[in-house]
Nanobody, 124 residues
Framework: QVQLVESGGGLVQAGGSLRLSCAAS????????MGWFRQAPGKERDFVAV????????YYADSVKGRFTISRDNAKNTVYLQMNSLKPEDTAVYYC?????????????????WGQGTQVTVSS
């Protein structure tokens, strides 16, 4: 079992920055990959970024590459998403997710546990 709690969402103007955090508990944090996804109203849940269990490998959606950075601190059982140069189209509920099999996947179906989500709203 893994419990995930996101925080750090909010309202920001276009061009601004936010840092999301996701605190994990339960199974050993350094044993699984972590991903971030987002879902805008009326749309499917989209992949944002994934980081390997060690933090040594990351992968991003093209839409956020160069603007967002995923990182993790295994000593604090926390994964982060630093979001810079935010755009109105980044507005969504952001979810962190745990991939126990370490597929390092962009497909939401490979993830085993999810947080409750945190709202990010970017105004123009």
């Amino acid at each position: 079992q893994v419990q995930l709690v996101e925080s750090g969402g909010g309202l920001v103007q276009a061009g601004g920055s936010l840092r999301l955090s996701c605190a994990a508990s339960g199974r050993t944090f350094s044993s699984y990959d972590m991903g971030w996804f987002r879902q805008a109203p009326g749309k499917e849940r989209d992949f944002v970024a994934v980081i390997s269990w060690s933090g040594g490998s990351t992968y991003y959606a093209d839409s956020v590459k160069g603007r967002f950075t995923i990182s993790r601190d295994n000593a604090k059982n926390t994964v982060y998403l630093q979001m810079n140069s935010l755009k109105p189209e980044d507005t969504a509920v952001y979810y962190c997710a745990a991939d126990l099999e370490q597929y390092h996947s962009s497909w939401y179906g490979e993830y085993d546990y999810w947080g409750q989500g945190t709202q990010v709203t970017v105004s123009s």
